[in-house]
């Protein structure tokens, strides 16, 4: 709940937590963050996620922890793959998939291997998409061609000690747009991370040097036909990553600098040829820098609640080295744009901010098994290169985007209450103890148990003569389910085996059917038979399968008429009633 997405084409798709979207989230692809090179955000950060690779997703509503970045007062967006660290043996998938609406067809390969203190994946794609139609039938403006490769290893050494380099490069060429101006005929990413991982004193720590390059082009008429000016805009992004954190199971402790440099210009021109022109600096090399600490710690109280104190301070500088670039022509530059709208004052070209976060957090365990928690955080968020920089000249003025250098940090704060129940469902669930909630016994793994039976239920041993009754009671069981009785006091009947129809006369042609016979039955015992047979003769032992008892029940023909009869007072028809009766 609270969690939407949403898209301007068939490249990528924008979040929405809690009605906040773009840099009000924090999305991250294997942990660091990628930022597109579109202004019209054509290439969100979920463009360059590679969908064949990811091992995991999370989404964090809100503030949840302070040492993923600031901001992010929406909630945060992880991204993950991992390293087969603890495969056995090498391991490679392939997958094709085709789909009818928009004639997508597409094909994956990863292999993965793993062997001593080694590990290495190798993903490989490509899709090619068309227009899809809506429900009028209308061909929707959203094909595309992608192709992508990831490669990625690891050695580890000495205690614990791990050593990752990743490599991808994700191409998009020929992405139509049905909510924009323009198509982007180029959409590419460069992305390399070296990671470590180890101990040190009794702390886990994690370090990473990350850069992420995005190439985009977009235009008006290469994709589509031209309608008035001819104009094209080349737009870079680069995004550099350092993080350090150290964690010993109560406190973690880090330090991240982040800097992401955008430029983009715009071209105009009479016809496609002659796309020369400077129009519009609509991002002046602006550049976005962070450098923060921050400190988290989770206490145990009694009985069985955890606290958890945080605090974050960031600093941020920004500049735009291109602000006074002119335009050709009658176009303003960048910091004419601002002065005319913003004043003097407001139109410079750098400055830096201060940003300070904090979280309060509070969880108990009920007696049921929830957990009831709540908490209190503050969260900064500067603008990014295009709120504050963003100068794109249009004719009328109506048509221009512009940014404003003198915006001042958003901040948020968030009062949070949530309860959270863990429940067995579908074909396993996962159980821990209420012990892992605090101090006291150590907690339990995860262990995939059978639906409807308790965890905390040992195993027993069957003898057997245990075992000659229990599969006497199944054939009893099932031979008892055959029995049928017209109505209350006569003799049960054998039906034979195969599907009846009811014999309601007004529900006859409805297709009321009930399955009777010794097939199903009759098979489940024998399954019986077998199961609690082979365990007697191995020594092994066996968990009894619990199963809810069924009751006795109604065919639905049997539900009174609601019609002439009633209204007249007369007694409801009498039907066919199927009943359960106990084993003889």
């Given at each position: ?315 941020h500088d920004w500049r735009a080295a291109l602000a006074d670039l002119q335009p050709t022509g009658m176009s303003l530059s960048p910091r004419a744009l601002w002065t005319r709208y913003y004043g003097a004052e407001a139109a410079r070209s750098r400055g830096d901010d201060l940003g300070v976060g904090a979280l309060l957090r509070y969880a108990w365990p009920l007696a049921s098994g929830a957990v009831l928690s709540t908490s209190l955080s503050r969260s900064v968020r500067v603008a990014d290169a295009s709120e504050r920089f963003l100068a794109a000249n249009g004719s009328p003025a109506d048509r221009r985007w512009v940014g404003n250098p003198g915006l001042k940090p958003e901040v948020q704060h968030q009062l949070d209450i949530g309860w959270q129940q863990t429940t067995a469902s579908g074909r396993g669930a996962a159980v821990r103890r209420r012990g892992a909630l605090g101090p006291g016994p150590e907690p339990q793994p995860f262990r995939r148990v059978h639906p409807g039976v308790d965890p905390r239920r040992q ?126």
């Open positions: 709940p609270g969690v939407q997405l949403a898209r301007m084409g068939g490249h990528g798709l924008e979040p929405v937590i809690r009605g906040q979207s773009q840099t009000q989230l924090r999305v991250l692809i294997d942990g660091v963050e990628v930022h597109g090179a579109c202004p019209n955000r054509m290439d969100p950060p979920t463009a360059f996620a590679s969908a064949g690779q990811i091992d995991r997703m999370v989404v964090s509503r809100g503030v949840q922890t302070l040492t993923t970045g600031p901001g992010a007062g929406g909630g945060t967006l992880s991204i993950e793959s991992s390293l087969p660290w603890l495969a056995t043996q090498a391991r490679q998938h392939l997958q094709a998939a085709w789909r009818e609406n928009g004639a997508t067809r597409g094909a994956g390969l990863d292999a993965q291997s793993a062997g001593g203190d080694n590990a290495f994946r190798a993903t490989l794609g490509w899709q090619d998409a068309g227009n899809y139609r809506d429900g009028a039938g209308e061909a929707v403006r959203s094909a595309s061609r992608q192709r992508e490769a990831d490669l990625r290893g690891g050695i580890g050494f000495g205690e614990g000690q791990r050593i990752e380099l990743l490599v991808k490069r994700k191409q998009a060429r020929d992405v139509l747009f049905a909510g924009a101006g323009m198509d982007a005929p180029i959409d590419d990413l460069d992305s390399l991370q070296l990671r470590h991982t180890g101990q040190l004193g009794g702390w886990t720590v994690e370090s990473r040097v990350a850069r992420a390059s995005v190439d985009h082009l977009m235009n008006n008429y290469a994709l589509r036909p031209l309608a008035g000016m001819a104009m094209r805009v080349p737009a870079t992004s680069d995004t550099d990553t350092l993080q350090f954190d150290a964690r010993d199971g109560v406190w973690s402790l880090g330090f991240a600098w982040n800097r992401n440099q955008r430029e983009a210009l715009r071209f105009a021109g009479p016809n496609p040829s002659q796309v020369t022109q400077l129009n519009s600096v609509m991002w002046p090399d602006a550049q976005v820098r962070r450098a923060g600490l921050h400190a988290e710690g989770q206490f145990a109280l009694e009985p069985g609640a955890t606290l958890g104190l945080g605090l974050r301070l960031d600093r195993p027993q041993r069957w003898s057997a003569a245990a075992v000659d009754r229990a599969a006497e009671r199944a054939a009893r069981l099932a031979l008892g389910r055959q029995r049928v009785d017209r109505h209350a006091g006569a003799p049960a009947l054998r039906r034979p085996s195969g599907p009846r129809r009811c014999q309601h006369p007004h529900r006859q042609r409805a297709g009321c059917r009930r399955q009777s016979g010794l097939g199903g039955a009759g098979s489940a015992a024998q399954l019986a038979v077998r199961r609690a047979s082979a365990a007697a003769a191995s020594g092994q032992r066996l968990r009894p399968r619990l199963r809810r008892t069924r009751q006795p029940r109604q065919c639905r023909s049997l539900q009174p008429r609601r019609g002439a009869d009633q209204r007249a007072g007369s007694q409801p028809r009498r039907g066919v009633e199927r009943r359960l009766l106990s084993p003889a």
